[in-house]
């Protein structure tokens, strides 16, 4: 019985893991000639480490393709043409399902992006865009659908980064994996 239980448990954490956390992801379309582009995957790598992939647009046509792609979705939402194309621009994730904000330009302040984080996923999504020394927004209409349909389609990690299981969880998972082993056997071995 102990047993099944400890099974149990294992299992129910592997599918937690395998799932996610819950957590927010930074997808950003720039290049690596972009002194903005690289200050912000700066700032995310130490303040948000392994939840951001920077994708650069002059050095994989996929890349700029799909950049190219979203900024014209967006414009036919409603985001003025000459608004959009600028980078670094950065689509805030949930869950690899829904997009929290569309942010263009190099914002490097941790409050900024954990208000955008704590937001609860909505078919409303704002489209942040410098203008001078500000940022205006613009909201548009994305259905769930049309959010899971841009993320699949548009946002591509290199086949290392998409895995749930990092070095971080997978030795956690097997160290805990040899612990039901061994009590698992222990118990078997009471028995006989």
């Known amino acids: 019985m102990v047993v099944t239980v400890l099974a149990l448990l294992l299992i129910a954490l592997v599918s937690t893991l395998a799932v996610g956390d819950g957590s927010s992801f930074f997808y950003i379309f720039g290049a690596t000639t972009c002194p903005y582009c690289k200050a912000l995957d700066q700032f995310f790598t130490q303040a948000y480490p392994g939840k951001s992939y920077f994708c650069k647009a002059d050095l994989d046509n996929a890349c700029l393709q799909n950049f190219r792609a979203v900024i014209g979705l967006l414009a036919t939402k409603g985001v003025p043409q000459e608004e959009l194309g600028g980078i670094p621009t950065t689509l805030v994730i949930k869950d690899w399902k829904y997009i929290l904000a569309v942010v263009i330009g190099a914002i490097t302040d941790k409050n900024f992006w954990n208000n ?15 203008e001078q020394s500000m940022l205006k927004a613009y909201e548009v209409s994305i259905s769930f659908d049309e959010q899971q349909s841009i993320i699949s389609r548009y946002l591509i990690l290199p086949q290392s980064s998409s895995s749930p299981f990092s070095e971080r969880v997978l030795i956690p998972v097997l160290l805990i994996g040899v612990g039901v082993a061994v009590v698992a056997y222990a118990l078997i071995g009471r028995r006989k």
């Not at 955008?116 to 410098?130: A, C, G, L, W, Y």
């Open 116 to 130: 955008i984080t704590s937001r609860t996923p909505s078919e409303k999504i704002q489209v942040f865009v410098p």
